[in-house]
């Protein structure tokens, strides 16, 4: 049966018409089967938690699969041919287990499809921050949208306004980036600035409950700034969130207050970092083995910009957003 897949890719890839995962310390291809690489993380890394589907999602992929990769406001589609890479020091490892694609293209440039043109369920979907989702009871839209690329019917497609519009939003990224890591916003001071805005994210998301906690909530060092709880959606897992507001590198401080929190009510939860800095090599290989999800300070404008139409107006500008129409070709 054919797979269709989520994969959040590093867009760097999509050029060498590849998809990767993380998992650094350990070659995927170098086994025959799934259940021989579950083997092999269990005995390095003592367990595998919650991310056994993902991985084994991800390393069953077989030709003629589908996979989506979300690129901000868009997606590309692509046509899983099958062969394995391992290239562990692949932008600090996230993305070290590739698998060779065929990125759908017009004109040797790949088709962006916008996400407002996707159906409410599946675009809803697409918001999961897990790494890998299975997406496989949307096959029906999804083999709908590769019949309109290959007839190039519906979204009449100009490459050169995609790569201009892509352009425009790497740069608009940056610079966010850039203001929010160096406080020259209208944020809150003190993190709880950043702990407002994590938690409207989470609440257009689908989250129907989002606390910002108390600090020192935990015993010791376990500290957790934000819990996010959801009744009306079963695809979004509860989650606690360690929130840091960093220019530069966020340290093991932060994953081990996650580790050490253990609240019986939210044993099953999933933990998140989520930073404006960035995390060492070590630092995720660490997270990764005591299933601790990471968003770094790329990952986290990417996230904002997939939901800008849905901010507060005082939330833009507070970050110092302006919405002005900009003419493509000037």
Sequence with gaps: MKK???VRSP???IKENKIG???KQINFANHINADSLIKEIIQKNG???RMTNQ???YFNLKQDDIVIVPLGKSIAIAKVLGEKFFEPSF??????????VDFFRKDNKIIRIP???LKQNLESRLKLRTTIGDLSRFYEEIEHLIQNLNNYGNFEINNSFQEKAGFYEQEFKKELLNAICKGNTRLKAGGRGLEELVKELLKIEGYSQVDILDKKNGEGIADVDIQATSENNPFLKDILVQVKHHNGETSNHAINQLIAYEAEATSNAYKWVITTGHISDESKLYAEENQINIMEGEQFV???YTNLDKLKKTTKESLGIVDVPKLSWT
Aim: hydrophobic share 30%; proline share 0%; aromatic share 12%.
């Design 4 to 6: 269709y897949l989520m």
């Design 11 to 13: 867009e760097s890839l």
């Design 21 to 23: 995962y993380g998992w």
């Design 47 to 49: 367990s595998i938690g």
């Design 55 to 57: 991985v084994k999602n």
């Design 91 to 100: 932008t600090g490892g996230h993305g070290a287990n590739q698998i060779k």
């Design 115 to 117: 996400r407002s043109t």
């Design 302 to 304: 990417d996230w904002i």
